[in-house]
């Protein structure tokens, strides 16, 4: 089974930035973020396979930036240019070599004046 640890979760002002971390256990093939905001459904917002392209939802491509460090098993997101919008509970996913996943317990990001 794939254990997270997320962080970096919090509350921002419009425009402000922030980066959420995700560090999994295990041989861990493919990770990413998902989002689920206030009466909405839970949608993918970034992912990052090993060693493969990285994928986005329009809504925030060109502004959010997904890495990964392998030697650490850590997925990152950096947020900047925050809106509203964004604001929702944001949940990391992982998926092992075994074809385990597994998601997080979700850093909610609010963005508020």
């Known amino acids: 089974q794939v254990q997270l640890v997320e962080s970096g979760g919090g509350v921002v002002q419009p425009g402000g930035s922030l980066r959420l971390s995700c560090a999994a256990s295990?041989?861990?093939?493919?990770m990413g973020w998902h989002r689920q905001a206030p009466g909405k459904e839970r949608e993918l917002v970034a992912a990052i396979p090993s060693g493969g392209s990285t994928n986005y939802a329009d809504s925030v491509k060109g502004r959010f930036t997904i890495s990964r460090d392998n030697r650490k098993n850590t997925v990152y997101l950096q947020m900047p240019s925050l809106t509203p919008e964004d604001t929702a509970v944001y949940y990391c996913?992982?998926?092992?070599?075994?074809?385990?996943?597994?998601w997080g317990q979700g850093p909610p990001v609010t963005v508020s004046s």
């Open positions: 295990g041989s861990i093939l493919h």
């Open positions: 996913t992982a998926r092992n070599i075994y074809g385990h996943a597994s």
